[in-house]
């Protein structure tokens, strides 16, 4: 029998970890020719990730350039994901989350008539411009999608409310656990130089802070309040991977550059990333993802952010939405430090995990079987 083939399109380094079970999966499943996309909206980061996964994508479009606009990523990836999947001639394509890689990719297929999964669908915060421009993404890509893949019961009911049909939503958990569990069993020693600087058995907190709305005002505050954790704490290290673009890094290193206890570095690998959250006391960040393997591993995080598309977190893990308020980090932020009894009561409620169980990409699978090969 003919292999169906399937394209799993990846463009930011999130999305390839997010995307890399998947493909493996799929890899290792005699009925599918599985081949990656990549857009390259993130260049060497991407690349990173995918030599992790043992992956490396069939084509690159390389559309990464400094400063890129929105219009220049949606319009090249409109574009080169089009004449690609017109070369290749996909039974399928896969994207992922919310990205303008995932909704400029998905409107190709669509055009073509090509069926759309939607790896992480159905995440809504409610707010079009919050995270901006992820939540119209997210939420246009789903209007032509075949399969929602639902990473929770919550996720799929926003499917369904939009109308997407029952029968076209799947409710698998979150490829991000799938990644997170394999690359926990690869990877207990970090290799990054960078973190040698931190003394043995040293307290830190892991920084991350890159959406475009916490750009300007709102990173200053947050960086202030990283400021007055150090200075209360002076047993505290902080370790900050600073996102590639000059708005985020000429911000945080106005602030922090120079400060003996912060070590500013580039993004880290994905095992090194992995590892740091583990090693943390805990995390803020603005991320969606770590929101989701925060929780897994029972780690607390300061979500850094206004509203978060997944209260899943908030409800029922480790994450504490304390926005960009200078005020409200800072407190959050002591009261973690100062009391082990508090960590311990956002790690309690993490027993039960929203996000899965580290099978979603099987699931996956399955359901792609079902419905391409009628088995």
């Known amino acids: 029998m003919e292999k169906k083939r399937v394209i799993c399109v990846v463009g930011t380094r999130p999305e390839a970890i997010k995307m890399a079970p998947v493909v493996m999966a799929l890899a290792d499943d005699a009925s599918f020719d599985v081949r990656i ?50 070369d290749t001639q996909p039974a399928a394509v896969l994207v992922h989350g919310d990205t ?24 809504r915060s409610g707010n079009m411009r919050l995270p901006f421009p992820e939540e119209m993404n997210r939420v246009l890509v789903d209007k032509i999608i075949t399969w929602g893949f639902a990473p929770t019961k919550l996720a799929a009911d926003n499917l369904i409310k939009d109308g997407i049909p029952e029968s076209a939503v799947s409710i698998t958990g979150n490829t991000v656990i799938d990644a997170l569990f394999y690359t926990i069993s690869k990877r207990t020693v970090p290799e990054c130089s960078e973190l040698s600087a931190l003394p043995e058995n040293a307290r830190f907190l892991l920084v991350t802070a890159h959406r475009r709305e916490s750009w300007g005002k709102p990173l200053e505050g947050i960086c202030e309040a990283l400021t007055e954790i150090l200075n209360a704490h002076p047993d505290i290290w902080m370790v900050i991977p600073m996102h590639k673009n000059p708005a985020v890094r000429e911000i945080i290193r106005k ?6 206890r912060v070590i500013l570095c580039d993004p880290l690998d994905y095992p090194d990333f992995i590892w740091a959250m583990n090693a943390s006391e805990f995390i803020l960040s ?20 206004d509203v978060t598309e997944r209260p899943e977190a908030v409800e029922h893990g480790s994450g504490i939405l304390v926005g960009v308020n200078k005020e409200k980090i800072l407190s959050a932020a002591l009261r973690l430090l100062g009391s082990p009894e508090a960590i311990e009561a956002v790690r309690k409620k993490c027993e039960e995990q929203p996000f899965g169980d580290g099978t979603a990409s099987v699931r996956i699978v399955k359901t792609l079987k079902e419905s391409l090969l009628g088995r």
């Open 37 to 86: 996309l990549a857009t390259g909206q993130h260049a060497a980061m991407l690349d990173q990730v995918l030599d992790f996964f043992g992956l490396s994508a069939d084509r690159n479009l390389s559309i990464m350039k400094e400063r890129q606009s929105l219009d220049h990523i949606t319009s090249s990836v409109l574009t080169g994901a089009g004449q690609y999947f017109d």
């Open 100 to 123: 303008s890689t995932t909704f400029a990719a998905g409107l190709a297929a669509f055009y073509r008539g090509i069926p759309v999964g939607h790896v992480e669908a159905g995440l």
């Open 255 to 260: 602030h922090l550059q120079g400060h003996a």
């Open 286 to 305: 603005d991320s969606g993802g770590v929101q989701e393997e925060a929780s897994a591993i029972k780690k607390p995080v300061l979500i850094l952010r």
